[in-house]
């Protein structure tokens, strides 16, 4: 990724997308490290992450780690989740934060110049391509190296810049071991 010392840098995570992302690279990430990460390189305006969250229940096990983010530097974008029943009487539940992110990407795009998405989902292809219009260069993390990929290849062929999230394990990450596996759920988008 090429950093620009002056940009005003927006980051935006897809929660249930990194968590997927990681999962299937058998990694923990470690947000403190990545937003310093980020701080060096550019002016860090915002880091939203955006999650579904249950709402109700005695115990969520999404919200420490919600709890964390929003004392420790970011934006936290939650919205409830749905519960349905479908056609064959199956309950589901549904999480998706897609128009949360692309809205505020937008809305964002006059005061950023730079733009890293943490997602691999192709429904953020239009959203990029809006936002490079406006003048900002867009980032997209995720990752080819696990199976099957976590990116779409047209959000990744849109992107002005791609990192694969499988290559930052150093600097963001570390390896999951039995004994740090997380005990946090996100919703994954597919749920539902």
Request: charged share 25%; glycine share 6%; aromatic share 8%.
């Amino acid at each position: 990724m090429t950093s620009y010392p002056n940009d005003r840098l927006v980051v935006f995570i897809d929660g249930a997308n990194l968590y997927s992302t990681a999962r299937a690279l058998n990694a923990d990430l470690d947000f403190r490290k990545m937003l310093d990460g980020f701080r060096q390189q550019s002016r860090l305006i915002r880091a939203c992450y955006y999650t579904a969250v249950i709402e109700g229940e005695e115990f969520s096990s999404i919200r420490p780690l919600v709890d964390w983010l929003g004392y420790n530097g970011f934006s936290v974008v939650t919205k409830p989740v749905r519960r349905f029943t479908d056609a064959q009487g199956h309950t589901k539940t549904k999480g998706n934060m897609d128009i949360e992110i692309a809205v505020d990407m937008l809305e964002m795009a006059p005061h950023m110049d730079h733009a890293i998405l943490f997602s691999g989902d192709g429904d953020f292809r239009r959203v990029v391509q809006a936002v490079q219009a406006k003048g900002v260069r867009v980032t997209v993390v995720s990752t080819m190296k696990s199976q099957p990929p976590m990116i779409a290849d047209e959000l990744r062929r849109q992107a002005d810049d791609y990192i694969d999230l499988a290559d930052r394990l150093d600097d963001w990450g570390r390896p999951r071991t039995p004994s740090t596996a997380p005990t946090v759920r996100t919703f994954d988008r597919n749920e539902g």
